[in-house]
């Protein structure tokens, strides 16, 4: 194509960068003489709080493995109900009105997010589009932060103990 000062040219808008996948480090919490446990139990709805503070036993699937056989099964086994709390979160809590409430604190929602996420490394784009859905307004103050912001935030956090993921054969 001949290019003259008549012809204009479509430019592909720059590729984004995508935002670091981000967890919370559960190590962090012993570093700093805390219980990641309690601090996640304490994010349970009510009822869940309650339950735990009954002493109520819950069942729990896990998969276990027979080296005579090698075959992988499916066992069952009672524990606390709150053994768990990201679980408990993930599968219960999260799913309630009130797990994240418009005036909570930016860190506090992320916190809450990845809790509902079972604390699986995402990146805080993915964090931003679930908050989204927790802010009927949008006006809540973390929407109101800039990709750069928020991630300023969660990198120099000091007190959920979130930390960048890195993958094996990474940095």
Known sequence: MVLDEHTELELEPEEKRPSAPFFIDEKWYDEHGLSFHDVVQARMCE????????????????????????????????????????????????????FITPDMPTLEAVFRIYLANGNQPMPLTHVREQLVDWCPDGQCRWLLLSDAQLEQMVANDQFYGFKQFARPGEG
């Open 47 to 98: 009822a869940c709080q309650a339950r735990a503070a009954s002493g109520e036993v819950a069942e729990e699937q896990y998969t276990d493995y027979d080296p005579k056989t090698g075959r992988a099964f499916v066992r069952k086994r009672s524990v606390p109900f709150a053994s768990n709390p990201v679980r408990r979160i993930h599968d219960d809590c999260s799913k309630k009105k009130g």
